[in-house]
């Protein structure tokens, strides 16, 4: 869906709590950029004005950033982007990996006893491994959402 630009990193973790298959590159070339949006479909996140022009030329399909908060840049992108009917809690939010759901007998040794009484559902990420569930920093998250009114 997204290819997130340098300097949108807090950005790009939120995009992906709240669901969207999203890649950030911080170190890419610009060339690099144009070509991965082209051939993946996906749509440009910059704050770089010129890059920004640059994707429109070529066809592609490019929001340029105006704010330096992550939560000014998600009302942005509220505008034009429904950001409200999502999957969240469906991607890890360091490697964009779809979650997975897994018993908690599982991961009893990694999750706090109060959790385990407290929640049913987990969920690892495939790639690195990180649990989630509904009660950890992502609830966290998801609250900022709702008061951004997302
Ligand atoms: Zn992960």
Known sequence: ????????????KKLRLLGF????LPHAQEEQIIQLCKQNNRILITRDRLLHMR????????????SD???DQLVE???RFDLKNTNRMTRCSLC???LEK????????RVPLYVQNTQNDFFI???CNRVYWAGSHVQHAIEEFRRLRI
């Open 21 to 24: 298959d999203t890649i950030y």
């Open 1 to 12: 869906m997204f290819l997130v630009d340098r300097m949108l990193g807090k950005l790009a």
């Open 102 to 109: 897994i018993p908690v007998e599982k991961i009893k040794d």
């Open 55 to 66: 994707a429109l030329k070529n066809g592609l399909r490019s929001h340029l950033i105006h």
């Open 125 to 127: 990420c495939p790639v």
């Open 96 to 98: 964009n990996a779809e």
């Open 77 to 79: 992108l509220s505008s």
């Open 69 to 71: 908060n992550w939560r």
